[in-house]
């Protein structure tokens, strides 16, 4: 599970662990708040929508893309069914579709 933040981070959980299930902690750009957050449909990506759109491969923890075609926050974001693109949508009243 993963969750956004409006101090800028994103927070990866392993539900598994209920010692201690934080299992990674991610400063997301400049602090800007995390709006949305998803997977993949297979678990393999992670994406997440602040002052830019950033996606991670999941296993191993890889760097991030960094998508930044928007003029304001992004709002939104969804994988496609097949993970070959992704659609946001952003405050600058635009909807982006990027392919991989």
Do not use: C
């Not at 003029?71 to 496609?80: E, N, R």
């Amino acid at each position: 599970m993963a969750s956004g933040s409006n101090d800028g981070t994103v927070r990866v959980w392993d539900l598994r662990r209920l010692d201690n299930p934080l299992n990674k902690l991610v400063q997301v750009g400049q602090g800007a708040p995390v709006l949305s957050v998803t997977y993949d449909r297979s678990g393999s990506y992670l994406a997440f929508a602040s002052d830019a759109i950033y996606v991670a491969a999941v296993k191993p923890w890889s760097e991030f893309v960094t998508l930044s075609d928007h003029s304001a926050a992004v709002t939104s974001i969804k994988f496609g069914p097949d993970a070959s693109f992704i659609a946001s949508a952003s405050m600058d009243r635009s909807l982006k579709v990027f392919s991989a």
